[in-house]
Nanobody, 123 residues
Framework: QEKPVESGGGLVQPGGSLTLSCEVP????????IGWFRHVPGKEREGVSC???????YYAKAVKDRFSISRGPTKNTAVLQMNNLKPEDTTIYYC?????????????????WGQGTPVIVSA
C-alpha cells in the first residue's frame, strides 16, 4: 500500500512559518479526507487540521487562527500553512488520507499514513 509523502518540515524560530505538503500516491478517491496529525510524547495523538473531499476544514483549538489547510494543486495533495509557530508545536507531523466522517478527518484505522516530517520550533 503506497503511503502519503510529506515534505516541508524543518527548524524555525518562534513566530516563524513553515509549509507542509502531502501527496497521496496510488489509489485515491475525490471524497477522501486528508489530515495532519501530531503526537507529542506524553500526550495523545492529536488531529491538527483536516480537509474533506468537498473542502470542509477542521482545526484543533491550539492551532486555529495560526494554521491554514488547503487541497491542491491536485485533489490528492494537501498543504498546511503554519504561521506564528510556537515551541509547543515541536514534534513529528504525519499526513493521513482516507475515508472520514463528520469531523472531516480520515478515520485513523482506515487511513494511509505517511512516515512523518519533523517540525522544530526553537530559538
Amino acid at each position: 500500500q503506497e503511503k502519503p509523502v510529506e515534505s516541508g518540515g524543518g527548524l524555525v524560530q518562534p513566530g516563524g512559518s513553515l509549509t507542509l505538503s502531502c501527496e497521496v500516491p496510488g489509489e485515491f478517491r475525490d471524497y477522501y479526507d486528508i489530515g495532519w496529525f501530531r503526537h507529542v510524547p506524553g500526550k495523545e495523538r492529536e488531529g491538527v487540521s483536516c480537509i474533506s473531499g468537498s473542502g470542509g476544514t477542521y482545526y484543533a483549538k491550539a492551532v486555529k487562527d495560526r494554521f491554514s489547510i488547503s487541497r491542491g494543486p491536485t485533489k490528492n495533495t494537501a498543504v498546511l500553512q503554519m504561521n506564528n509557530l510556537k515551541p509547543e508545536d515541536t514534534t513529528i507531523y504525519y499526513c493521513a488520507a482516507g475515508m472520514g466522517g463528520a469531523t472531516k478527518c480520515p478515520y485513523p484505522s482506515l487511513a494511509k499514513w505517511g512516515q512523518g516530517t519533523p517540525v522544530i520550533v526553537s530559538a
